[in-house]
């Protein structure tokens, strides 16, 4: 902490994304008066984008939350505390436990202390296995393929575009992050343009697959415009090549079961280079050009994001990826894509079975299957609509805007006896809610993070009015049930939350190190073999999950020939939360993108109000001109009420082996309402 002039200054990272750009923030008294990058950090350099910017303004933001109410009515913390206790025991008596859920969304996700540690530790303890979380409706596909292939949900390789031992050749699959800043496997990807200009300047070759010409293609050497869910054929043409010529045959002989190659060799026969060209809609030169590039490269990284996990084949691309990067020798290997050594080999003792963790799922959707002990969220509305939860407690979360049918969401949301949202700020849940708690925000809270780097950020504030830190509040909701989240160990009426947080990382022994780092953080081990050696069963990969083999003829199946809606990033949006306006000139709400030839083939211009029906529903919006999709796709932004693509999409059909509902290449049809003139606009 500095002085500057009249004010102080503090460093901590940003919590806007998962990027954790480093900040300085210059307070006077409990003004916060501005923010910059940090300019010492090691990862982000000064770097800060548009959403880190805003934290003056979201600090001090009029739509705060500062006091618990009830049904809308300010009330003590103990009154409304007691209420939620009497509720919770009457339900739990004529229910069950599982009458009582926990739905853990992105705003928890950028926190360490109100992710899942807390909310896990309070729903458990009342006995229910109603806890659900975001990832089923965002990123399930990685975990549940990771899982079948190592025997452990968790695991993920990464990318360090700027480590000189990392692959050469990057394949990023429905993935931008110039915008998104980063993924499951490219952590802390601040400042990504000078990043990947960087990586190119040092002879890294870049290909990006994408129906959308993206601010990251822009960047690339080469870009595939795929037509929307065809990403799973293009990766299983790869492997059927590679598996001919140019595969590490020495992994695969050490580190596959021959069973499993011969059963991929037989299974991606009709993905010949004729058939997936036709169905992704691409030159086969140049799918030729990839096949050549990854022969040359040898070790090369992929990416994907949720232009692929969104889909209705994202469990089988996600599985595939795995398959390319394994029979190319690029995991977990030097000069390939390496794994973070965070846990001992001890914690590896138990992998899951071959066709992975099938626990029951909810009792109004039996054929889903359960998650790393997470339910898929999509089921919730069944469960209310079944009576079999009467109370939801919403972390971080905005299920209106996340979910599938969103008008059937709200109807369940206005059901259940007792809906608890624990936020920062005034939004849509908020206004459905029985019970509102607030919580501290990003600068008056302690987070810690362990991805690729161990960081803690300290509080800049303490909580101001009624703003409780979460776990303090799901402590006190504890106590009050008679429970004790704390292990005995702490008194939540009297610990600090350093305190909290010294016991929840107990066990790491550079724990003071961490402290002591602070925001420049202490970086993870990225050594190779040890995945080799003590996470995948019999030092072999489980390459070929007959579960997922047996999908691959729905792969090829032609797609009708509608208009398929895929979703698109915002630079100063994260998920369903918006946190920077849009500069002069840039539409600042949700708008539906569509090429020049298609919008002339229907008579709308941009401006023009038009409406998409699906199957499912329909919504009304504004066209904007965008060349840089592809003929045939329309591009919506998930997350915003006023135009909700949840209105658009259908919860009945979830993949039973991830929860997760189709989210994008959804067949739309597209007419015009009302021609905007230079008159009317």
Not at 53 to 65: M, V
Not at 493 to 519: K, N, S, W, Y
Not at 576 to 604: L, Q, Y
Not at 627 to 645: D, K, M, P, W
Request: glycine share 8%; net charge negative; hydrophobic share 40%.
């Amino acid at each position: 902490m500095s002085d500057q002039a009249d004010g102080r200054t503090q460093k901590i990272v940003c919590r806007m994304c998962l990027a954790l750009c480093g900040m300085d923030v210059t307070i006077q008294g409990d003004q916060v008066i501005s923010v910059t990058g940090d300019k010492d950090h090691p990862t982000s350099h000064g770097y800060l984008c548009p959403k880190g910017r805003t934290y003056p303004a979201q600090h001090h933001s009029p739509l705060r939350l500062s006091d618990p109410t009830i049904g809308g009515s300010k009330v003590s913390w103990s009154t409304c505390l007691q209420d939620i206790s009497e509720q919770i025991r009457s339900l739990v008596d004529s229910g069950g436990p599982d009458q009582v859920g926990f739905y853990i969304g992105t705003g928890a996700a950028t926190s360490d202390a109100t992710g899942r540690v807390f909310a896990t530790k309070l729903i458990r303890s009342l006995g229910s296995k109603q806890l659900y979380s975001a990832a089923s409706v965002d990123i399930a596909p990685l975990y549940r393929a990771g899982e079948l292939v190592t025997g452990f949900a968790g695991v993920f390789p990464s990318w360090d575009p700027e480590c000189a031992d990392d692959p050469t050749l990057a394949i990023l699959i429905g993935f931008n992050p110039v915008v998104s800043h980063g993924y499951l496997n490219v952590p802390h990807f601040t400042d990504p343009v000078r990043r990947m200009r960087a990586y190119k300047a040092r002879g890294g070759e870049v290909w990006v697959i994408d129906p959308r010409r993206s601010e990251t293609a822009t960047l690339a050497h080469h870009h595939l415009a795929v037509r929307p869910g065809t990403d799973a054929a293009v990766l299983a043409w790869l492997v059927r090549e590679l598996l001919v010529d140019g595969a590490d045959f020495q992994e695969i002989e050490s580190a596959c079961r021959p069973d499993d190659i011969e059963l991929l060799r037989s299974a991606l026969s009709t993905f010949d280079l004729q058939t997936v060209a036709a169905l992704a809609d691409v030159p086969a030169q140049d799918l030729l050009m990839l096949l050549s590039a990854v022969r040359t490269h040898r070790r090369i990284a992929v990416a994907s994001g949720t232009g692929v996990s969104f889909g209705r084949h994202g469990i089988v691309a996600e599985w595939l990826k795995w398959v390319l990067l394994i029979i190319t020798g690029s995991l977990d290997r030097p000069g390939g894509m390496k794994f973070v050594q965070s846990l001992p080999p001890t914690a590896f003792a138990n992998p899951l079975p071959p066709n992975g963790a099938q626990e029951p799922g909810p009792e109004s959707r039996p054929e889903l299957f359960s998650l790393f002990g997470e339910r898929p969220s999509a089921a919730i509305v069944d469960e209310i609509e079944s009576g079999n939860l009467g109370c939801l407690f919403i972390g971080g979360g905005r299920p209106l805007t996340a979910f599938p049918n969103s008008e059937r969401v709200r109807r369940a949301m206005k059901r259940l006896k007792m809906c608890v949202v624990v936020d920062c700020f005034e939004n849509e849940m908020t206004e459905l809610a029985t019970h509102v708690l607030p919580a501290a925000w990003h600068l008056e809270r302690r987070d810690m993070f362990f991805i690729n780097r161990q960081i803690d950020s300290p509080p800049v504030f303490e909580p101001l009015a009624e703003r409780k830190p979460t776990w303090w509040i799901y402590g006190q909701i504890a106590k009050y049930l008679g429970h004790d989240l704390f292990d005995g160990v702490l008194d939540v009426d009297r610990c600090t939350e350093l305190d909290v947080f010294r016991q929840m990382h107990a066990a790491r022994p550079d724990l003071e190190e961490i402290f002591r780092a602070g925001t420049h953080g202490v970086p993870m081990a990225r050594p190779t073999g040890w995945v080799h050696d003590y996470v995948i069963p019999d030092g072999r990969w489980r390459i070929a999950p007959s579960t997922l083999v047996e999908r691959l003829p729905e792969v090829l199946r032609r797609p009708d020939s509608a208009f398929r809606l895929v979703p698109n990033r915002r630079l100063r949006n994260t998920n369903a939360v918006r946190f920077a306006t849009e500069p002069e000139g840039v539409a600042s709400g949700p708008v539906i993108d569509i090429n020049s030839i298609d919008a002339n083939a229907i008579g709308v211009c941009g401006g023009d109000e038009v409406r998409l029906t699906t199957a499912n529903g329909q919504i009304e919006g504004a066209v904007r001109i965008d060349e840089r999709l592809r003929q045939g796709v329309i591009a919506l932004t998930h997350g915003y009420s006023e135009l909700n693509v949840g209105s658009l999409t259908d919860e009945s059909e979830l993949d039973p082996m991830t929860g997760q509902p189709q989210m994008t290449d959804i067949p739309v049809q597209i007419t015009r309402v009302r021609r905007v003139t230079r008159e009317s606009a």
